[in-house]
């Protein structure tokens, strides 16, 4: 299980008297639950990503706390980090290694024996449906194939929380909906906490038990895509999902200059 609490994070943009203060993260707060898919959806600067990166422990928020199954990260971050598999956007595999040496490569990085992360290699095989990679090199993998691999590595500790930062970006259609069944597989059969974060509310609405709406770095607002629709009285999520994220002022700017366009 994650708990974030009250997260910020600012960032300085520009330098001299062209520096500017963002507040990338601005007080989010939220909980993603075992054996649950939960998804952060917003808009493009949102503070998604960097609300991520704080949970990997991989930057410092200025403020608030995670916990992940009970550990403060900021406190016992190598312990935290141990029960996290984290899937960011650069996958980074070894190209000359195969998809299995990748993976062992991995495991005997988080201590294991060889023994035991060819084994784990094998079962997130099967779980991940990508045993006929295992004994390529992943030098001229497609980038579903190699996202898999990348997936498989993340997991070889068996972590029990995954962190996804936009899984699907640079898939296509089929990839896309082989990672949903993996994703799936890994809530159902394994019973995994699972955080990834989208901009794309087809994929919330297919697969997320809980989605958490982040807007101008803060949680606009949460629930299952049921609930968040009946709540805005909208039975089109993206109506609901514009209505929770977006000021009136950014929808009748958004409006006005769709108008022009049409013009
Ligand atoms: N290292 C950084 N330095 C300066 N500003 C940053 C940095 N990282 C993020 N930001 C800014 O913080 C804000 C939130 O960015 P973030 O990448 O977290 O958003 P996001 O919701 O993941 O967006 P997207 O969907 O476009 O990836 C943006 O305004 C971004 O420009």
């Avoid at 998804?39 to 990997?56: D, I, Y």
């Avoid at 040496?101 to 060819?118: D, K, Q």
């Avoid at 001229?140 to 699907?168: C, W, Y």
């Amino acid at each position: 299980m994650i708990e974030v609490e009250q997260l910020a994070k600012r960032f300085v943009q520009g330098r001299g008297r062209q520096a500017r203060e963002v507040r990338a993260v601005d007080g989010v707060t939220w909980r993603a639950e075992d054996g649950r898919i939960t998804g952060l959806l917003g808009p493009n600067g949102a503070g998604k990503t960097t609300t991520l990166r704080m949970v990997a422990a991989l930057i410092q928020p200025d403020a608030g706390r995670i916990r992940v199954d009970g550990i403060d990260v900021a406190a016992e971050p190598m312990k935290a980090l141990g029960r996290m598999g984290v899937l960011s956007d650069s996958r980074g595999l070894y190209p000359r290694l195969t998809a299995r040496e990748n993976i062992v490569y991995y495991g005997r990085l988080h201590g294991l024996t060889h023994r035991a992360a060819a084994a784990r290699a094998d079962e997130l095989a099967k779980v991940l449906d990508m045993e006929p990679l295992l004994d390529r090199r992943t030098d001229g993998f497609s980038q579903g194939e190699k996202m898999k691999t990348a997936l498989a590595r993340a997991l070889v500790h068996n972590p029990p929380n995954i962190i996804l930062d936009e899984p699907t970006n640079g898939l296509d259609v089929l990839a896309t909906r082989a990672l949903r069944e993996a994703l799936r597989r890994l809530r159902d059969v394994e019973g995994k906490c699972i955080v990834f974060s989208t901009h794309i509310m087809q994929e919330v609405e297919r697969l997320c038990d809980h989605v958490i709406v982040i807007s101008h770095g803060r949680t606009a607002a949460q629930g299952t895509v049921a609930e968040l629709s009946a709540r805005t009285g909208q039975t089109d999520f993206e109506e609901a999902f514009v209505d929770l994220a977006f000021t009136p002022a950014e929808r009748d700017h958004a409006g006005q200059l769709a108008g022009e366009q049409a013009a």
